[in-house]
């Protein structure tokens, strides 16, 4: 296959505020990221990745894919909000395909791969005279268009994943039941504890190496635990649940996306949710995930009330943020990343990013304050932040100023 550069398009700016200190590549459905998930399914490595020009750095340095540089003819772009599940065969160049509005990919001869940028594929406008001036026709791909699609799709990208990779490598107690265990992966050095259950009756149940299952435990399938993530005891994950490296989660999860390093170590129910990652969620902090008239939710997006079309759906919560204790979380909330909250009442449905929110009211947090905290909690994991992640923060505290002016309080 020839190569392939994974874009960014317009559609990236209603994935706010997930989108602020990392790209659309970085995003988890499923067992994997986004970008993971065009070389597993495609079954090749990705050359280089087309983004935004603040994120370039960042994403090159995180991802170890080169950034923005000029296509070489023969290229295939394939848009990052891809959400593949299936191998695809592309139509021979030059060819757009489609979905709706949007460029799904592009198969580049040497006259298009010539007058291609980044930017191109950012502007709507340059999007759609592109789409005029070459054949073009719809692509069946399943696109994320809004971060609850994420959510939504993840039960079915975990079936997806699963590819008969049953093992039993790390240490099961004697006590522990495991139902439907082919359907079952326990990866080295991961400890599933006494009396835990390991229920795979609806789906399969994937715990990646050095994971750790507390006792009395109930883990129900689909569900993805990573790298390194420790389930305390007694917690309850309902299926359709991804939880990235290294998190630390209690309570009762259910059907959530936990990006890594994240923590909700406590009692306290998640339900249909995104939380990204550095995320710390207090002791007691819940969400509602289903409205008293049982109607559609909506989630404030830049400025607008989205309506989902969706009767269940939690919350999305951005990389970086901070909930004290007891916080309680209205149905289709999105809190900003970076944010920290710390508040008696039920809180507001938007949260700006990179804000200081109190019972006393909302304000502004320097982004300099802000980065000292971010620091301090990736090191505690050892973990660096590195120049070129830290100026991405400060910028990303002035892009989302600009985005959110307008949304409402």
């Known amino acids: 296959m020839q190569p392939i550069i994974v874009f960014e398009d317009s559609g990236v700016n209603n994935l706010t505020p997930l989108v602020y200190w990392r790209t659309v590549f970085e995003l988890r459905c499923g067992r994997r990221t986004l970008l993971d998930r065009v070389a597993h399914f495609l079954k090749v490595p990705v050359a280089g990745l087309w983004t935004r020009d603040v994120w370039a750095a960042v994403a090159t340095e995180r991802l170890q894919v080169p950034a923005n540089a000029r296509l070489q003819p023969d290229t295939l772009l394939i848009n ?24 799904a990919y592009i198969a580049c001869d040497a006259p298009l791969a010539d007058r291609l940028t980044p ?54 107690s004697s006590s522990a039941h495991l139902l439907e265990p082919d359907l079952i992966h326990v990866g080295d050095r991961a400890v599933v504890g006494p009396t835990a259950v390991i229920d795979a009756q609806e789906g399969p149940v994937y715990i990646a190496e050095g994971a750790r299952i507390g ?14 993530a420790v389930i305390k005891p007694h917690t309850h994950i309902h299926g359709g649940t991804t939880i990235g490296p290294l998190c630390k989660v209690g309570g009762e999860v259910y059907a959530c996306i936990i990006a890594g390093y994240s923590n909700k170590q406590h009692a306290g129910f998640l339900g249909q949710a ?20 049982y109607g559609s939710i909506r989630v404030p997006v830049n400025g607008r009330d989205v309506d989902t079309g969706l ?13 004290g204790i007891q916080q309680a979380l209205p149905t289709g909330a999105s809190i900003g990343c970076a944010a920290m909250v710390a508040s008696s009442r039920i809180l ?23 980065l000292a905290t971010a620091r301090l909690v990736m090191r505690r994991r050892e973990v660096i932040c590195s120049d070129a992640e830290a100026q991405l923060f400060i910028t990303a505290a002035r892009i989302a100023r600009e985005w959110e002016t307008a949304a409402p309080a």
Not at 80 to 103: E, K, S
Not at 136 to 150: E, K, S
Not at 274 to 285: E, K, M
Request: aromatic share 12%; proline share 7%.
């Open 274 to 293: 995104y939380v990204a990652s550095w995320v710390n969620l207090g002791a007691g902090t819940v969400n509602s995930n289903l409205k008293n008239t």
């Open 348 to 370: 507001p449905k938007f949260v700006p990013s990179f804000s200081w929110l109190a019972d006393d009211g909302s304000e502004e947090g320097d982004p300099e304050r802000l």
């Open 215 to 228: 006792p009395h435990t109930y883990i129900a399938g689909p569900t993805y635990i990573g790298p390194g």
């Open 119 to 172: 930017a191109d594929l950012l502007d709507p406008k340059r999007s759609a005279d592109l789409i005029r001036s070459v054949a073009h026709g719809p692509v069946d791909a399943r696109m994320i268009d809004y971060a609850w699609d994420l959510v939504s799709y993840n039960a079915e990208a975990l079936q997806a994943d699963w590819t008969g990779d049953r093992a039993f490598e790390g240490k099961v």
């Open 311 to 323: 009767t269940f759906f939690g919350s999305i919560i951005g990389d970086h943020a901070k909930l």
């Open 80 to 103: 990052g909000r891809w959400l593949f599940d299936r191998q695809v065969d592309f139509h021979a160049p030059p060819y757009v395909g489609t979905h709706g509005d949007h460029i």
